[in-house]
């Protein structure tokens, strides 16, 4: 089963930009879509983007968009997570997991969550 391990995560500040990884342990990550989870204290997690196993298609959430983009380099086995104009409310911990299923945004289609990465952002 592919392993999925997250990167990149820090503490930075209201209108910083950070960008996280996630690289696969086995270049079959590339025939799946790669979706970015987040969990904030005290709150359920929710979904944040999902990218085609091509490439070419992309899903993001309402709360992030125009602010995180999505993508992947399969010749990497990695999908990442630009996050610029970064708020205080994007602070949670990062998932990411992959799915069979296209499009994808419900959290009971994905498996294989990496352990997660810690975005704290501070006003």
């Known amino acids: 089963q592919v392993q999925l391990v997250e990167s990149g995560g820090a503490s930075v500040q209201t209108g910083d930009s950070l960008r996280l990884s996630c690289a696969a342990s086995?270049?079959?990550?590339?025939?799946?879509?790669v979706g970015w989870f987040r969990q904030a204290p005290g709150k359920e997690r929710e979904f944040v983007a999902a990218?085609?196993?091509?490439?070419?298609?992309?899903d993001t959430a309402d709360s992030v968009k125009g602010r995180f983009t999505i993508s992947r380099d399969n010749a990497k086995n990695t999908v990442y997570l630009l996050m610029s104009s970064l708020k205080p409310e994007d602070t949670a911990v990062y998932y990411c997991a992959q799915s069979g299923i296209w499009p994808s945004t419900k959290e009971r289609y994905f498996r294989s969550w990496g352990q997660g990465t810690q975005v704290t952002v501070s006003s």
């Open positions: 086995e270049r079959t990550i590339n025939d799946y879509t």
């Open positions: 990218i085609h196993w091509n490439g070419q298609y992309t």
